[in-house]
């Protein structure tokens, strides 16, 4: 079964740096689409970035320009370089895999952006 498992949330201060990882196993990592997604305290659950099996890649309007998604298929591994960091970036951050109809989540990483 595809077991994700995230990393690398931490308290940073704003206008700082992170980068989160999601390691993948229990597939053939190189099939799947991968993404990730946030959760802020009383939110919905929101999209925060996408790459697909052939490395394209997609972003939420508000994270465009200063968050970068990536992945090593040789690590099974995908990363999210989070720079300029905001106040409001705050949330739980959860990894996705999706093949078609199925779909799995990681358990989440908390980063707190704060002074």
């Known amino acids: 079964q595809v077991k994700l498992v995230e990393s690398g949330g931490a308290l940073v201060q704003p206008g700082g740096s992170l980068r989160l990882s999601c390691a993948f196993s229990?597939?053939?990592?190189?099939?799947?689409?991968m993404g990730w997604y946030r959760q802020a305290p009383g939110k919905q659950r929101e999209f925060v970035a996408i790459?697909?099996?052939?490395?394209?890649?997609d972003y939420a309007h508000s994270v465009k320009g200063r968050f970068t998604i990536s992945r090593d298929n040789a690590k099974n591994t995908i990363y999210l370089q989070m720079n300029s960091l905001k106040s409001e970036d705050t949330a739980v951050y959860y990894c996705?895999?999706?093949?078609?109809?199925?779909?799995?989540w990681g358990q989440g990483t908390q980063v707190t952006v704060s002074s």
């Open positions: 790459i697909t099996r052939d490395g394209a890649t």
């Open positions: 996705k895999a999706a093949f078609y109809a199925a779909t799995y």
């Open positions: 229990g597939s053939s990592f190189s099939n799947y689409a």
